[in-house]
């Protein structure tokens, strides 16, 4: 069955840093989105992307943060300069339609920022 | 924008008992899935249910849309099936995100 991949499965980072979050999201898959959860809490929506530019970002998804497909295969999420409340784990999901289709989940990263 | 509520929060059960978990969303919607947060935290879906009723195993869900909600069944509960469950829906105007619920924490004792 096609899977989702993430890579790192963790990642500790210094406050200040810049992070990469990767994704290999499914190849027929047209439609691509991040999700954060802090630990504890409900999974929370960033950032949708489609056609190479982002569709939907919420309130979470500030200047800090971007989104990119580089190659066609890898979709990334950076996080320029972490803060301590950027902890969480980070999910990343794809689908072939916006509605009538489910969204596949790749495992996620946990980050940790210190 | 569109809510998701679940219930209960918390349910604590002794292994072989069956259980119900309930998601009610405020608004109409194109897609709802269930997934089960396992304890590594990754999420596994179960279901994409956005009408009618599934089965797979000892799991079965209904989404009722025209009354806006959907329920999870549980039947003869184990401890691996112990973790959070999420609902969560894509409204029907919206550009495909997931709006999750809070979740529901089972604790499955042996």
């Known amino acids: 069955e096609p899977e989702v991949t993430q890579t790192p499965s963790h990642q500790v980072t210094q406050m200040g840093q810049e992070v990469i979050l990767r994704c290999v999201p499914i190849?027929?898959?047209?439609?691509f989105y991040w999700y954060r959860q802090i630990l504890g809490q409900k999974v929370e929506f960033l950032v949708s992307?489609?056609?190479?530019?982002?569709?939907?970002k919420s309130e979470i998804f500030d200047d800090q943060f971007s989104v990119e497909r580089p190659d066609g295969s890898n979709f990334t999420l950076k996080i320029r300069s972490t803060k301590l409340e950027d902890s969480a784990m980070y999910f990343c999901?794809?689908?072939?339609?916006?509605?009538?289709?489910?969204?596949?989940f790749g495992s996620g990263t946990r980050l940790t920022v210190v | 924008g569109i809510q998701v509520e679940q219930s209960p929060p918390d349910l604590i059960l002794q292994e072989g008992a069956n259980s119900t978990l309930r998601c009610n969303f405020s608004d109409s919607v194109n897609n709802l899935q269930w997934f089960h947060q396992n304890p590594w935290g990754q999420l596994i879906n179960l279901f994409y249910i956005p009408s009618g009723t599934k089965q797979n195993g000892r799991l079965s869900a209904t989404t009722v849309a025209t009354e806006r909600y959907s329920l999870l069944y549980i039947s003869s509960s184990q401890t691996t099936d112990s973790g959070v469950y999420f609902c969560?829906?894509?409204?029907?105007?919206?550009?495909?995100?997931?709006?999750f619920g809070q979740g529901t924490t089972l604790q499955v004792k042996p």
């Open positions: 190849s027929n898959h047209l439609y």
């Open positions: 969560a829906v894509v409204g029907s105007s919206n550009t495909g995100k997931l709006i």
């Open positions: 999901a794809s689908s072939r339609r916006t509605s009538g289709m489910e969204n596949t």
């Open positions: 992307f489609y056609n190479n530019e982002i569709s939907e």
